[in-house]
């Protein structure tokens, strides 16, 4: 560690060398100016780490050069000594910027005790500015610069470096799936895939042959081979959300191909290996869900290598006032608005509201505002109108179906209108022959979500 450099700014050659005897003792080294001119000359050559000064120069007083120093960026602890000890002097140089202040005569006691205080705070502002120097309010997809984002961060980027698997928890809408996400994007496997499988989504009876797949003729609909997503995210990674809700039986074979990287596609004859990287997820307590038998505990220790929870909304402090700015503006685009931000109203509401839903919450909201309002400021007013509505369209009951017509006033051709689940069938059952029995991709094709085509191929196997 380097010496500890004071500069000794004093006209008065005696007492410049009794300073810097006191701070010989004390194992600091010193350099001295006598003027103010010679002590910015020496400041802008070399690396100075406290200024002692004496307020009373021949070319102008210490407030001055203190000023100075400022104006030139020169971000470095002074302390001021003079022979005035009144209360305005001792102002007028801490508001021109100095650290501290001493009276002549100056003990050797109280010069060392003053500069060691006046050291240790500039240690500690800078470890802070260090800090603040690699917060972020932007992480892969995350928007955040909250002390607990910044965290999660450094996990995240962590995390993506290993090859162990990781558990994410965290409520609904903290962005789950954006931290999976991104331990793929930062990890040496971004080239290859990320695999997606919502598990509360599919099924159960299902999700066997949407993560292995299924050979050919396995089972009623199975036209074609189907890789599923393990076989899809080879060399890749693959998320496994709301992994609670999988059947316990299948989270038996899934804790096998956990430990071989290997499974059996259903009705194939062989098994098949693959290189995947694991992150699971849940919006629950995975402890809770263990006591309940909903988890197996040999899988979530398993899976649960590497944890990170995402905090809520409501625990990331000023974080949702940047959320909202940024989505405002891309929304505002989007929608072909005038919001040029927000109003102080606005920024109040947003802050007061604890956002059960999370950033989904705040997304859903402010669409609904840009939607029914327009600039130039978001309202505290518009917000609270569209947070209403949300609730309420949440909460409303579902709408009641048209009664239908009587038969005897349906005309004559209706008789050769077919049943809607049977020509429903027959264009899904088509779709699937055209897909090459990639259910996935049917489902894109259809404009269904993979889970409602599931259901159905399930229901109408069932049936015969």
Known sequence: MSAV?????EDSMALSATYQEYLGRAGYTSQMAATADSACRQLKKRRFDAVLMDLNLPDGDGISLLARLRKEGMDIPVVVITADPSIETAVRAIRAGAQDFISKPVTAARLNLTLRNV???QALKNIVNGYRAMERDRFCDFIGRSPAMQIVYRMLENAAQSRAPVFITGASGTGKELAARAIHQLSPRKAEAFEALNCAAVPGNLLESEIFGHARGAFTGAVA?????????HKGTL???ELPEMPVEMQSKLLRFTQSGVFRPLGAGQEQAVDVRFVSATNRDPLQAMAEGQLREDLYYRLNVISIHLPPLSARGDDVLLIAQILLARMTQEERKDFEGLDEGAAAFLLQHDWPGNVRQLQNTLRRAV???????????MLQQAAGTVRQASQAPAASQTAPAPADMLPAAAANIRPLREVEREIVERALVLCGGNITEAAKRLGLNASTLHRKLNKWREAG
Request: avoid cysteine.
């Open 5 to 9: 450099e004071i500069l000794i700014v």
């Open 225 to 233: 081979r189907y890789d599923g997503a393990a076989a899809r995210a």
């Open 371 to 381: 939607v029914m309002h327009n600039g130039p400021r978001l309202t505290r007013g």
């Open 119 to 121: 050291l240790e705070q």
């Open 239 to 241: 998320f496994l959300d």
